[in-house]
């Protein structure tokens, strides 16, 4: 199985502030990366595919980046509404696999 | 405007089965692939199970090969999900989800509202 880690899995930060969360793959999955946000409660929704495109109707405040086995999820500008648990997923292999998710909470 | 509505969660016993739907509307079912995927308790996300858009192609997580059976049903618009001998760690909310290619290796770009599965004796 290709496993995924995200780092951190847990940070503090302010509205405004400039926020990159990372993830990793155990094996190369080229650009197969998908990224997204869930709140409490709430079904998963998705904000990045294949890497880097932004899903219709997310803020361009989002970006995703990276190939093979490094990839960043980067919020440019946090808001409040972006205080979420967010997780980085492969569709590259068989069996899919999310990363463990990070929380991103008000500092 | 895309809706996936899953049912058939419940409290099950150790040792039981169950079947999970997901019923789909406003967009075409058999145009894309469909997944389930779990979140048990204060925990992450996990991938349960994947069927190709034509209900030919399936996968599974390695916890479920061998218990659950993926299906769907292109004429109803409707996903399944065929639990059997449920375990105490199968206990998680879980979600249908839309993978907008055919074959099963892009995205979840549209989930359900997810359906409570607890197994308890």
């Known amino acids: 199985d290709t496993q995924m880690t995200q780092s951190p899995s847990s940070l503090s930060a302010a509205v405004g502030d400039r926020v990159t969360i990372t993830c990793r793959a155990s094996q190369s999955i080229s650009n197969y990366l998908h990224w997204y946000q869930q709140k409490p409660g709430r079904a998963p929704k998705l904000l990045i595919y294949?890497?880097?495109s932004l899903q219709s109707g997310v803020p361009s405040r989002f970006s995703g980046s990276g190939s093979g086995t490094h990839f960043t999820l980067t919020i440019s500008s946090l808001q409040p509404e972006d205080f979420a648990t967010y997780y980085c997923?492969?569709?590259?292999?068989?069996?899919?696999?999310f990363g463990q998710g990070t929380k991103v909470e008000i500092k | 405007e895309v809706q996936l509505l899953e049912s058939g969660g419940g409290l099950i016993q150790p040792g039981g089965s169950l079947r999970l739907s997901c019923a789909a509307s406003g967009f075409t079912f058999s145009s894309f692939a469909m997944s389930w995927v779990r979140q048990a308790p204060g925990k992450g996300l996990e991938w349960v199970s994947g069927?190709?858009?034509?209900?030919?192609?399936?996968y599974y997580a390695g916890s479920v090969k061998g218990r659950f059976t993926i299906s769907r049903d292109n004429s109803k618009s409707t996903l399944y999900l065929q639990m059997n001998s449920l375990r105490a760690d199968d206990r998680a909310v879980y979600y249908c989800?839309?993978?907008?290619?055919?074959?099963?290796?892009?995205?979840?770009?549209?989930w359900g509202q997810g359906t409570v599965l607890t197994v308890s004796s």
């Open positions: 989800a839309r993978d907008p290619s055919r074959t099963g290796d892009g995205p979840f770009d549209r």
């Open positions: 294949a890497a880097s």
């Open positions: 997923q492969q569709s590259y292999t068989a069996p899919r696999t």
């Open positions: 069927i190709g858009a034509r209900g030919i192609s399936t």
